[in-house]
């Protein structure tokens, strides 16, 4: 059953949880998953439907289960993705068609996409393009780069439904199933004699720690909040729930306003509309989208403004609950609603048992950080939002750090009346949001316009008074004080400009606007053609759908805490240090363990075994000893019955702390103090001293890359269970190194490594993030069952993931270049410092792969570098795809570039001048022919009319003046392989069964890189048997032992061949039975096999590349081969916010021959958004004393559908051969997410051309993320130079300044 009715029963026994888990642990549907629990990500999107027993209407609406109370769905219907079709019975066609198009990788987020999309059909069966869009705006995705999953449902719409556009490279010829709505399922019938029979009375649901109380009346409502004042009305829950869940605030009794219905109703009139206080956003945009289709426009300014913000609110998830009042009554700084509504004139109807008063929604409203002048026995019934009148213009107007399901940064309600036929102004209202602890009003600025005419001489004093009246200090939390200091005038300007248009003043304004409607759709092309003679059985080369497309579209594919409970299961909680240098002096764990459900608290003295874990030959402890050295280091752990009563009491646990001095959280302060992780690595080549004093110019630049949280979708996740004898222990990991889980835990324990067997089934992203903290982390939890000796599992929560797992390397790159004045680069100096964080993990692989990697595409032949990494007091960083390339080639790409700033001349002029050319030899010695990085290059220019659109571009930039566009070529050259050669080899194991199905194990974990589906074609083409005859069940180490971590973008490199190999051992045992019989079958041969005692099972085993470096004669070969690729993007900057938008992406990579071409261009679309994010978008923010900020997609943001390029081409060389991998193949896993810099790039020319207009020219710096901050203050307008620059000596900033 996953369409499920809610009655009264099923919420008495979950007062205080949340759909999620009622569905997960009450109902046994696990297809919803967890990836935030906070209502930012979507994964957990289910529907909802309610009758309307007056209206007689059923509502379907999305909505975020992890938000969702429990007692809040008495009476509604909640579907899950479960319910709507399965791989046993029927797809549904929203399932089937996200599969077809390749749009699943890890499948994490594809059941809350899935559940999206199958809300909006069940209300609208043929979707707009926009409304697609628009509803995947609340689903994250971290594999797929979303453009397969928009092409997929594509399909959906009116316009195209008959053209299969998203499934030219697999099935075109394939009939999709149709939508046919009359085949869905229906509202319970149950659920509607419920409504209109149910004697409406008050609920109360009585929880261990809260109370909850519905009445049905507001007469009863005003009662209850006279009598219980401090307790809160919950509406929607989107503000309360995440105070619940995140900051552990108690109420112990909450009111819900949920089943008043005066608080829903909406009343027109002429002077305005009145909107009950309760209504939903949604419902607020559809009462608003009707108003303005039926009033005359001059009454529409306000409506109009409140609907461009309500389209920008949240994702549809939120907005289908969120409600006005909570909007209003939560009082956030950046709510988007509150400046529109206090710069509309609009009021709010409070009331209490005294009675009912009617406020205005102006600056006296809002009186603090979450405050209002609402008295603690009073509600908010309704709004009154007015009409507008003749002569007035009203606008909204927000910033954010991403487009779309993003708290503005600052935002603004704007509102001015002329004075009859003239441009004089009688009335002004200016809010702004983010600017302040509360919705903050300009009232001197206003007072600088009213009653003069509107015009730059008005406006300009009306900045000036603006910059004097909003303010922010230095150490202003949020940070970005400068940027939303500037925000407030150009938002301000804007409104300007808008005004002028609107009393059609002869003035000319700049453009503001350049319309992307009609781009074709976006190409993924490949020769897709198989060599000719290829049997059509043969599925290597083909566009083969993830094995698992389906199981993750139906919500069957099982996650690590999928696995059901098992008896006596508990869960494991870790305490976390708030200090980022002290001397632990004492750990008070009595409260804890008083505390209902507790099992067990333990720390590292507990630890029979290792009590540390040896990376790179450094040790760095499972559980502190004695000291802490980071904010987020495990200290002890807490076990107990159940995820609740595991937290509440971790966080009871008291650590008492001593601080010691020299807290280091730069790489500069390290470098100061000499703090590294040994060793260092150099290399040279040439003459370097020579060459700088050659060069006709010598320039030095540095760039600063921050860091990149992996954000996999699916936390940190894991089970441990004692089998109860011979000390063995079951694992079940979400892990890229089941083996290194597997020694570990053996090695915490202290028994052999035969005793303990780990488990992947798949994982939900992984990205690098899941190799050594995993393995920690493990430890940890297989103590907890060895202690208990129960089952344990331990699944972190986001912010607990983030705090405690690192991320990507942040790196300072300074460097000094030499070149010609024709731009040949004679000479480069480099330095690296990387910020390690407080362990070394794999840091020094990652300085010494940074080194490798430093050349790119250039043969530059008298360089010298050193990178070096820094032991700083911040979480210990990791590896993350690309692993240190992306983090050198930004700052080689970087300094080529400044080349060009220096000379005046195209970015890809330089680039091409100084490329390798011919076969020739590496910085260290390794000989390679870089004959098809020159054709990626070459072809990406053709394919992205480079020089054509360069023209364009420069136009472009001179007609307008607070619009610019740039366009950047970047190349890449990525070795693949370990240099470590050991780590290239695996192993695998094939089992074939009487009745021919095959089974086949290896070493790889399947992670959305769909290493499974190409493993299954090398084992079909092998054995020369269907595809549907091989299954690939799990990873394991019982089953293969030994495996190397899956990364490196080598996996199927090494297993396909271990695969390759055993299917070929089988196949050979079976050539006597085949000549035998050669008109038999598969089936009978395997029978006959049996009967004639052949075995059916081999191992396979590949040795590997004998790949080395020499870090003593600084050469070596440590990679197989190089992937190449080059990228072209174009993007558009929106100079006076920074925001901007890639308007076009054009990328050709050479893989080879491609073993399933979909599958590698979801890894190069994915790569590069992941890309796109890194360089342009995600930021971790740490506070002055080393705490992690951004610990949720609220905070810390990744590409969404809004920044996927406005057209993504992708095209694979063709004609290309490659002897070192599999079937002529070649790795891609991680080289394409370097190509995202093409944006940076891009972005960094687009600023240029800003900075032309302000007269300055030259290289100049821009950091990476290239955030719209640091690209609307490097543009220099005239209303960032009027910001007076921050006193940050004498104050604190908000944030540190990383690396
Ligand atoms: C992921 C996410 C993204 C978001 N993005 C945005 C965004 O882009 N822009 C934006 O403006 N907001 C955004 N929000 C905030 C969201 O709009 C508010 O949380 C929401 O409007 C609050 O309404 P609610 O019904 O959920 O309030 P609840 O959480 O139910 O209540 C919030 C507070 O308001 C009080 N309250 C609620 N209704 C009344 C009433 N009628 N009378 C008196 N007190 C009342 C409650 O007691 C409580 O103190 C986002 C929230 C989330 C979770
Ligand atoms: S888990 Fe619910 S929105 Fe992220
Ligand atoms: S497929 Fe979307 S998160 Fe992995």
Redesign the pocket.
């Known amino acids: 059953m996953s369409c499920f009715p809610v009655r009264l029963q099923e919420v008495r026994q979950a007062v205080s949880v949340c759909l999620r888990s009622l569905t997960v642990w009450a109902v046994r549907l696990t297809g919803s998953k967890y990836g935030c629990g ?3 990500c979507g994964a957990c999107t289910v529907m909802l439907s309610r009758y309307d027993p007056q209206t007689k209407h059923i509502h379907h609406f999305s909505v975020n289960a992890c ?1 969702m109370p429990v007692c809040q769905l008495h009476g509604a219907a909640v579907t899950t993705v479960e319910g709507i079709g399965s791989t046993k019975t029927r797809l549904h066609p929203v399932q089937e068609r996200i599969a077809k198009a390749h749009g699943s990788q890890c499948g994490f987020c594809t059941p809350g996409m899935v559940m999206s999309i199958y809300t909006l059909l069940r209300n609208k069966p043929q979707p707009t393009m926009e409304e697609i869009r628009e509803t995947l705006g609340g689903n994250l995705c971290r594999c797929t780069g979303y453009r397969p999953i928009i092409e997929g449902y594509r399909t959906f719409c009116e316009v195209i439904s008959s053209f299969i556009s998203g499934f030219h490279h697999t099935s075109g010829k394939e009939k999709l199933l149709p939508l046919d709505p009359t085949q869905e399922l229906i509202f319970p019938p149950e659920l509607i004699r419920m409504a209109e029979s149910e004697e409406r009375a008050t609920q109360t649901f009585r929880g261990e720690r809260m109370t909850w109380i519905s009445p049905i009346s507001l007469d009863e409502l005003l009662q209850l909040k006279s009598q219980h004042p401090q307790a ?11 105070d619940i869940k995140f900051k552990g605030v108690i109420h112990p009794i909450i009111i819900s ?1 949920f089943r008043v219905r005066e ?1 829903f109703e909406v009343t027109e009139k002429p002077e305005g509309v009145c909107i009950g ?2 209504s939903s ?1 949604s419902t607020v945009r559809s009462v608003l989208e009707k108003c303005v289709c039926s009033l005359p426009a001059e009454h529409t300014q306000t409506l109009a403004a409140l609907l461009e913000q309500l389209s ?4 549809e998830q ?1 907005r289908n ?3 006005l ?3 209003i ?2 009082a ?1 700084p ?4 509150n400046p529109v509504l206090a710069a509309g004139r609009c009021s709010v109807v409070l009331q209490s048992r005294e009675g009912k008063r009617e406020v205005p929604l102006d600056k006296d409203f809002f009186v603090g950080f979450g405050k209002t002048v ?1 008295k603690p026995d009073e ?2 019934l309704s709004v009154f939002i007015p009409v507008s009148r003749k002569g007035e213009v009203v606008r909204a107007f927000r910033h ?1 750090p991403r487009k779309e ?4 940064t600052v935002n603004a309600g704007l509102r001015v009346w002329f004075e009859e036929g003239s441009n004089v102004v009688k009335e002004m209202s200016v809010y702004y949001g983010g600017v302040g602890p509360c919705t903050v009003s300009a009232e001197r600025t206003v007072q600088q316009v009213i009653g003069r005419p509107w015009n730059e001489a008005t406006l300009s004093d009306a900045y000036r008074a603006l910059v004097d009246e909003v303010t922010l200090g230095a150490s202003a939390p949020g940070g970005k004080v400068m940027f939303r200091r500037s925000l407030t005038l150009s938002l301000l300007f804007r409104f300007y400009l808008h005004v002028l248009q609107h009393l059609k003043d002869t003035v000319r304004p700049p453009s503001t606007s350049t319309t992307h409607t009609n781009t074709p759709p976006p190409r993924q092309c490949y020769c897709s053609d198989v060599p000719s003679g290829q049997s059509e059985q043969d599925p290597v080369g083909r566009a083969v759908q993830h094995q698992a497309a389906l199981s993750h579209a139906t919500g069957e594919a099982v996650y690590c805490d999928d696995f059901p409970r098992t008896q006596g299961e508990l869960f494991l909680s870790v305490v976390t240090s708030a200090r980022a240098h002290a001397r632990i002096t004492h750990i008070d764990v009595s409260r804890a363990l008083s505390m209902p459900g507790v099992v067990d608290v333990f720390t590292a003295d507990d630890i029979p075994g290792k009590k540390f874990r040896s990376f790179t030959g450094i040790d760095e402890e499972i559980l502190a000893q004695g000291e802490v050295t980071c904010v987020g280091q495990m200290v002890c752990a807490v076990v107990a019955d159940t995820k609740p009563h595991a937290k509440l009491a971790s966080a009871a646990v008291k650590v008492h702390y001593e601080d010691l001095p020299d807290r280091i959280f730069t790489v500069e302060v390290a470098v100061e103090k000499r703090s590294f992780f040994l060793p260092q690595r150099e290399i040279q080549r040439g003459d370097v001293t020579k060459a700088f004093q050659e060069a006709d110019h010598v320039y030095e630049g540095e760039i600063r890359l921050g860091g990149q949280e992996h954000f996999y979708m699916e936390t940190q996740s894991m089970l441990v269970i004692p089998l109860g004898e011979e000390k063995e222990m079951k694992v079940y990991a979400s892990t890229q190194h089941p083996t290194m889980v597997q020694e570990a835990v053996a090695e915490t324990l202290g028994i052999p490594s035969s005793r303990v067997s780990c488990h992947v089934k798949r994982i939900g992203g992984a990205f690098g993030g899941k190799v050594t903290k995993t393995s920690i982390l493990a430890s940890i939890t297989a103590l907890a069952a060895w202690r208990s000796e129960r089952p344990v599992r331990c699944v972190l929560d986001r912010g607990e993931d983030m705090l405690i797992t690192g991320a990507r390397h942040p790196v300072l790159g300074k460097y000094k270049v030499g070149f010609m004045s024709d731009g040949r680069i004679t000479a480069a100096d480099v330095r690296y410092y990387a910020n390690a964080g407080h362990t070394p993990d794999e840091s020094v692989l990652v300085i010494e792969k940074i080194l490798l990697h430093m050349d790119n595409a250039y043969n530059i032949l008298n360089l010298c570098s050193q990178s070096a990494a820094c032991k700083t007091n911040l979480p210990s960083n990791t590896a993350f795809r690309g692993f240190g390339v992306p983090q050198t080639l930004m700052v080689i790409e970087n300094m080529v570039n400044d080349v060009a700033m220096v000379l005046g001349r195209p970015a890809e002029e330089i680039r091409e001048k100084n490329m390798y050319k011919e076969t020739s030899l590496t910085h260290y010695k390794m000989e390679f022919d870089p004959e098809n990085l020159l054709r990626c290059w070459e072809e990406c220019k053709e394919r992205s009319e480079l020089d054509r659109r360069r023209l364009d571009v420069a136009r472009f930039n001179q007609q307008n003046r607070w619009k610019k566009r740039g366009i950047a070529v970047i190349p890449i050259k990525y070795g693949i392989g370990f240099a470590e050669g050991f780590l290239n080899q695996a192993a695998a194991l094939v089992h074939i069964y009487k009745d021919g199905s095959v089974l086949v194990s290896h070493g790889g974990t399947e992670m959305g890189q769909g290493i499974h589906t190409k493993v299954q074609q090398v084992a079909s083409r092998e054995l020369d048997v269907p595809l549907s005859m091989i299954h690939i069940s799990e990873t394991s180490t019982s089953s293969v032992p030994n495996t190397c971590p899956s990364a490196a973008s080598f996996g199927t490199d090494a297993n396909g061949m271990a695969v390759k190999d055993a299917c070929q051992t089988l196949y050979k045992r079976l050539e006597p039975i085949r000549k035998q019989d050669p008109n038999g079958t598969w089936q009978s041969w395997v029978a006959k096999a049996f009967l004639e005692r052949i075995s059916l099972s081999a191992t396979g085993f590949y040795r590997g590349h004998d790949l080395y470096m020499d870090w003593v004669k600084q050469e070596g070969r440590p990679y197989a081969y190089f992937t190449y690729a080059a990228c072209c993007s174009e993007v558009e900057l929106d100079c006076l916010t920074g925001e901007y938008r890639t308007v076009r992406t054009d990328l050709v990579a050479d893989i080879g021959q491609s073993i399933n071409p979909s599958i590698d261009i979801g890894q190069i679309e994915g790569a590069f958004m992941q890309g796109l994010g890194l360089y342009t978008m995600e930021e971790l923010k740490f506070s002055p004393s080393g705490v992690l900020y951004t610990r949720g997609p ?1 905070q810390y943001k990744i590409p969404a559908v809004c920044d996927v390029p406005l057209q993504f081409n992708v095209y694979l060389l063709s004609g290309s051969h490659n002897p070192h991998a599999i079937y002529s193949s070649k790795g891609i896993g991680e080289p394409t997410l370097f190509l995202g810099s093409s944006v940076f790039f891009a972005l960094k020319e687009a600023v240029a051309a800003a900075r032309s207009d302000a007269g300055l020219s030259g290289p100049f710096t821009l950091h990476s993320p290239a955030t719209p901050e640091r690209a609307c203050v490097a543009c220099s307008t005239c209303f960032t130079q009027m910001i007076p620059q921050a006193e940050t000596e004498t104050t604190q900033p908000w944030a540190l300044e990383l690396p």
């Open positions: 906070g209502g930012g938000l809160p009305v919950v509406m929607g829950n989107t503000n309360l729930g995440l306003g608080l206080a309760g956003l920008h609110v949240a994702g939120i609950v969120a409600t009042g909570g909007n009554a939560s956030y950046n709510s988007d609603l609402l509600i908010v954010a399901n993003a708290l503005a609220g």
